[in-house]
DNA sequence: CGCAGATTTGAGGGATCTCAAAAGGGGTGG
DNA sequence: CCACCCCTTTTGAGATCCCTCAAATCTGCG
């Protein structure tokens, strides 16, 4: 009784696009389309399953602040929200983006105090529960503990994937990055990738991705020139024309030597055949132990 | 029968100084053997649950790899781990670093494979069991349950701590921070933190934070001339005579208005709870909504 | 004892930041 | 409806931090 009643595991193979490339935007939208599906169907059962308390929010509304006392999960609905962690000295730090179907409120659960501030930065809605509840719930629902424990893994994937992209890339592959990474948030949630109203002002996406609102913006422009993108009206609204192509972009500035061949499975392991001098040193390893 | 078998959920209040700043250290101390106690009573009742594989590894030796079938979660016994992420052009990226009563694989979760390596850089002792078996102990115990999900709220508030650091610090400050963190995790787990051994390489320390082995080395030069660390023999052992005044020293990088004596490492006594002018530049609020 | 890898240190260059000025956009009140 | 104001964004110029390249030193080990 305590089978798949939520959606499958591992439903999105095509998230990481196999050998042909040819088919790849088909399968993407394909897989856009499923993961819509799924996040639809796990929010109408989560619902079923949990009394929420729902909330309707406008941009700049606090959902929970640093330091408050841990006492709910919250799940969104609808909107944009982001997550600023910031220290006693001062400095602060847009650590994540929260879209349909994620869960906001993980970082509490450790020591019984919110970590963040978390904010909408757009009109939304959010289901708010207190985690004794979901805790019950998981109980009698085997399915929902997977559930939460994959909504809980996804964040943990999705922050390592930041540092990895603040600590290899340059300014403007972040940005570039970004851009991929937001089209494709909002593709898997059903919503349009053109003309992508961006909601966050250039410091925050500066913030987010650890470089000025002026290095920002010139990283927009440059893209611009280069047709990687396209602006709308204001300068708010970005078209993503070809989203591989942006990804090539990357995929250049990050290896100039080699060749655009971008869909390579997984078979380097640097020291075999070392055709692509990866940019980025690998980490040289101490004491490899074993020969 | 489910209430407090595994330790309370906030017992580190320590871990947030309060506004007694004289008392630090000792009140430091108190809280490390506490934590220490702890983890060590963690592991004991987590072992009397669930029947555990044990396997004693060498530096070097790999966990899990990515890519390969989430089948088990581990735990630390003894040793330290890294994690490694690595994109598909090569990129590789030290995403968190383990210690003893941390869990690994975490990020399998959420696709159903590993999402990062998890390399000892030490001999060590760790404890693996498969997920199923957590899960199934989980509805039986709550406590287990609840301690599943803080190990992975930590997680994820640390990896949010490290994009922090990365994004708002100057190198020599993230390597002083590196520092402080790595003495932090050894003294909550009853490990001495004078004459600690890095265990990895300054290329290993450099790509975790975001710089190059040339920049940790000159950090590290430096922070050595300003009398903040002392290294022993073979230069992969250091000494943190002072972490107040490593900590002290990172505050007047972030916010060279709020402490005077710039020169001078010693005797400045930190200002009170220096809840400084923050020099970083705060993120600009959007749309404030409600007045 | 010599080798291989790790570390340090220096010099120069480049990417990004800082400072500054001007343009653009949206909302409000007159 | 328009003027005005405030915020955001763009763009330039110079400064700076960090990276790259290079060479020397150190360490452990076979």
């Given amino acids: 009784m305590n089978a798949?009643?939520?959606s499958a595991r591992r439903p999105l193979p095509a998230a990481r696009p196999g050998p042909a490339e040819a088919r790849d935007a088909e399968g993407h939208f394909a897989a856009c389309r499923e993961a819509s599906r799924r996040i639809s169907q796990d929010l109408a059962l989560l619902s079923s399953k949990v009394k929420f308390q729902r909330r309707v929010v406008r941009s700049g509304d606090v959902i929970y602040r640093t330091g408050?006392?841990?006492?709910?999960?919250h799940i969104v609905n609808a909107g944009f929200f982001k997550l600023v962690s910031s220290t006693r000295d001062g400095r602060e730090q847009v650590v994540a983006l929260k879209f349909r179907?994620?869960?906001?409120?993980?970082?509490?659960?450790?020591?019984?105090?919110?970590a963040c501030d978390a904010v909408a930065i757009d009109t939304?809605?959010?289901?708010?529960?207190?985690?004794?509840?979901?805790?019950?719930?998981c109980t009698d629902e085997l399915g929902l503990l997977m559930h939460l424990h994959e909504a809980m893994s996804r964040e943990i994937v999705r922050d390592r994937d930041s540092l990895m992209s603040v600590c290899t890339l340059p300014a403007v592959a972040r940005v570039a990055e970004f851009l991929r990474y937001w089209a494709d948030c909002l593709a898997r949630r059903g919503l349009r990738t053109d003309q992508m109203a961006l909601r966050m002002t250039r410091a925050e996406i500066g913030n987010y991705l650890g470089m000025t609102l002026e290095?920002?913006?010139?990283?927009?422009?440059?893209?611009?020139?280069?047709?990687?993108?396209?602006?709308?009206?204001?300068?708010?609204?970005?078209?993503?024309?070809?989203?591989?192509?942006?990804?090539?972009?990357?995929?250049?500035?990050?290896?100039?030597?080699?060749?655009?061949?971008?869909?390579?499975?997984?078979?380097?392991?640097?020291?075999?055949?070392?055709?692509?001098q990866p940019s980025a040193r690998p980490i040289a390893a101490r004491s490899s132990s074993r020969v």
Avoid: H
């Fill in 4 to 6: 798949p009643l939520f």
């Fill in 68 to 73: 408050e006392a841990f006492n709910a999960l």
């Fill in 101 to 114: 179907g994620d869960w906001m409120g993980f970082d509490g659960i450790a020591s019984g105090a919110f």
């Fill in 124 to 137: 939304g809605e959010v289901w708010s529960a207190p985690y004794g509840v979901f805790l019950g719930a």
């Fill in 215 to 276: 290095s920002v913006s010139r990283s927009l422009s440059r893209l611009e020139k280069e047709r990687l993108i396209a602006f709308d009206r204001n300068r708010r609204e970005v078209t993503l024309p070809d989203a591989q192509a942006l990804a090539r972009f990357v995929q250049r500035i990050v290896a100039p030597g080699a060749a655009a061949d971008a869909g390579r499975p997984r078979d380097e392991t640097a020291p075999g055949c070392v055709d692509a």
